[in-house]
Nanobody, 116 residues
Framework: QVQLVESGGGLVQAGGSLRLSCAASRSIVSINTMGWFRQAPGKQRDLVAVITSRGTTTYVDSVKGRFTISRDSAKNTMYLQMNSLKPEDTAVYYC??????????WGQGTQVTVSS
């Protein structure tokens, strides 16, 4: 199994940037799909971005052109670069991994707050 730890959240003004990191406890080379969800207060957890082991990326429409997902296999870490942040991006951000033949693994979450 793999364990995930997020970092990089915080408070930022609208228009600012943050980079979230998701560090894995073992190699991510063999993990086909990893990604980020977010959950705002009182709302469901929604998918934000996905990246495959081949580097194929997918984004929800609301973050296209502003967020970039990437993964560094040498560092066993996935990233979410968030630019031009908006107050509606405020949420707890969770990373996840889908190892082959194993259940989905979640990180503990990191708070992102964007002030107007």
């Amino acid at each position: 199994q793999v364990q995930l730890v997020e970092s990089g959240g915080g408070l930022v003004q609208a228009g600012g940037s943050l980079r979230l990191s998701c560090a894995a406890s073992r190699s991510i080379v063999s993990i086909n799909t990893m990604g980020w969800f977010r959950q705002a207060p009182g709302k469901q957890r929604d998918l934000v971005a996905v990246i495959t082991s081949r580097g194929t990326t997918t984004y929800v429409d609301s973050v296209k052109g502003r967020f970039t997902i990437s993964r560094d296999s040498a560092k066993n870490t996935m990233y979410l670069q968030m630019n031009s942040l908006k107050p509606e991006d405020t949420a707890v951000y969770y990373c996840y991994a889908d190892p082959s033949y194993l259940p989905r693994t979640w990180g503990q979450g990191t708070q992102v707050t964007v002030s107007s």
